[in-house]
């Protein structure tokens, strides 16, 4: 009787199992975490990128001419991003898509923290990941006029993390994001690289205002740009990730070395990688474009 019963159970199992591949849902097998997402079936980013690329990516990060040796690491990188794979981060639109995700973040981290010229042994895309804060700051970064993430006495708010946070509004918005306390501790983003990295690709996916696209949306081809975005020629494309994280500082200008060294780290990593530069995607720079949010208007960000 237990042995019916038990079989029982096995042709039940089976049959909702059929009734979801019927209906377009796939059975995800793979393990990890991701409950109720479409993506749920989908290489990870740790399938088809691994320890020993990271490395290649960052080859002098841990060099004695680098400012943060030992800080930043694989596991620490891989560990953020799976908590996006579930919103398709790295795990939208197969494999080379999602290589190439990862290739155009990791090219806006390399670049902004680069330490690399040249000259330096490998050339400038060689040296990301040298930095974790700002060493020299200007300023304090504190917006007094700020009332919904007031500055914290004697905290400063100068530039920290992967892709790197300034001001008191951003710290507190990323930190509501990710549910960390960084307008009272934006020190957290220079002492854990794995939250450092969290908030980059949080940045990475989260719209700067309502009925904007995201970084990750341009990319991977979610939005549709309407009238005004054409107009303004902002189109899908590497080009409108810069456009989104830096809006009038980099875009808008033509072609500038600022822009082109974030692009130069993209394609660099897209050859290491395997995927090639020839696969970059189009719309790749950002100089012609209007900023969706021009920095003599209030933003979000």
Not at 140 to 159: F, I
Request: with cysteine; net charge negative.
């Amino acid at each position: 009787m237990a042995r019916w019963a038990a079989l029982l159970l096995l042709l039940l199992a089976a049959s909702a199992a059929g009734r979801k591949e019927k209906a377009g849902e796939k059975v995800c097998g793979k393990g990890w975490e991701c409950s109720g997402s479409r993506f749920c079936c989908n290489e990870t980013i740790s399938d088809y990128f691994k320890a020993y690329q990271f490395e290649e990516l960052f080859a002098h990060r841990n060099d004695a001419q680098a400012h943060a040796p030992g800080f930043w690491d694989y596991q620490a990188f891989i560990t953020a991003a799976a908590l996006f794979e579930p919103s398709g981060f790295g795990t939208t639109g197969g494999k080379q898509m999602g290589m190439k995700e990862v290739a155009a973040f990791l090219g806006h981290v390399g670049a902004k923290t680069s330490c690399g010229y040249g000259e330096a042994p490998g050339g400038e895309t060689a040296w990301g990941l040298c930095y974790n804060h700002e060493l020299s700051p200007s300023q304090s970064y504190c917006d007094d006029s700020n009332e919904l993430y007031p500055c914290v006495e004697g905290v400063e708010y100068y530039g920290r993390g992967a892709i790197p946070v300034y001001w008191n509004h951003n710290y507190g918005i990323i930190g509501n994001g990710i549910k960390q306390d960084l307008l009272n501790h934006p020190e957290l983003l220079e002492q854990n690289a794995t939250l450092a990295f969290e908030a980059a690709v949080w940045r990475w996916m989260t719209p700067m205002k309502r009925k904007q696209p995201s970084a990750h949306d341009v990319f991977v081809g979610n939005w549709k740009p309407t009238k005004n975005d054409t107009l303004s020629k902002r189109y899908p494309g590497f080009g409108a990730t810069m456009n989104i994280l830096y809006g009038d500082d980099i875009c808008g200008q033509g072609s500038t070395d600022k822009m082109n060294t974030i692009i130069s780290h993209y394609q660099h990593y897209l050859d290491l990688m395997g995927v090639g530069r020839q696969h970059s995607g189009d719309n790749l720079d950002c100089g012609d474009q209007v900023a969706f949010n021009p920095s003599s208007e209030s933003s979000d960000f």
